[in-house]
């Protein structure tokens, strides 16, 4: 199919408009017109372009791209390597970043809820980032760190906040510990994110919200690999989706 096209559907998919971001949306990087083989990945690493390149890409589809707000917007070092060979292979490098985490089918906290068991019955934020629902049955601190433990490959960090059973917990992948006082408002007993700041510890203990802090690259394979199936199943693409480990 036509890279336009693709990016058509994608666009109506995921409404990337709606979303003030922290980076573009859509096509970053403009490669050759026709698509076959998808390639996704969390993050367009020199690692995943790379191995896209290898595999014969048409299209890189990634969480985290490029041009984010406050970098330099000279394109130099790293980046001109990394721009470098997405064009000499003649790769569309394809981001989506909020809207991946928002979509509730496809994306980053949808899939979270799916492999953890969990039933979701709100967002967090307005513009649908994070959600916030309840396990299928009460758990305990313990209890929670091996069911994502299990799920993500990855034992968590954990802040304990008491002994309180988790009958209803909050989650928003990636970077978003700053969340923890929203997940508190919204009753929860426990909250997922994949990082954790030094504050955070102390938010926890004090608000009496278990925190887990899963991974950023863990928490954030779900919409990626969701949005290059979907692909895959509506347009006969090939889709291969690159787990590239990373320990943050």
Not at 104 to 109: A, D, V
Not at 214 to 239: I, K, Q, S, V
Request: with cysteine.
């Amino acid at each position: 199919m036509h890279r336009n096209d693709l990016l058509a559907a994608l666009n109506a998919e995921l409404a990337p408009d709606r979303f003030t971001d922290y980076s573009p949306n859509g096509l970053q990087v403009e490669g050759r017109a026709e698509v076959r083989r998808v390639i996704s990945a969390v993050t367009a690493s020199a690692q995943a372009v790379e191995a896209a390149a290898q595999r014969g890409a048409d299209v890189l589809l990634v969480h985290h791209g490029y041009f984010w707000k406050g970098e330099p917007a000279v394109i130099t070092g790293m980046k001109q390597r990394r721009i470098r060979r997405l064009l000499e292979a003649g790769i569309n490098l394809v981001a989506y970043h909020l809207p991946l985490d928002a979509h509730p089918e496809l994306g980053n906290n949808a899939c979270l809820a799916r492999d953890l068991g969990f039933s979701a019955d709100a967002p967090m934020r307005d513009d649908g980032v994070g959600l916030v629902g309840a396990p299928d049955s009460p758990l305990t601190a313990a209890d929670l760190v091996a069911r994502v433990a299990g799920a993500l490959g990855r034992e968590p960090l954990l802040v304990e906040a008491g002994d309180h059973p988790i009958r209803r917990v909050a989650w928003c992948s990636g970077g978003a510990q700053s969340l923890l006082p929203r997940a508190a408002e919204l009753g929860a007993d426990a909250y997922i994110s994949g990082e954790i700041s030094e504050q955070t510890t102390h938010e926890a203990r004090e608000l009496g919200v278990h925190y887990l802090a899963a991974g950023h690259h863990a928490t954030e394979r779900g919409g990626p690999r969701a949005l290059g199936d979907w692909c895959a199943r509506h347009f006969g693409l090939e889709h291969e989706f690159l787990d590239l480990d990373n320990p943050a």
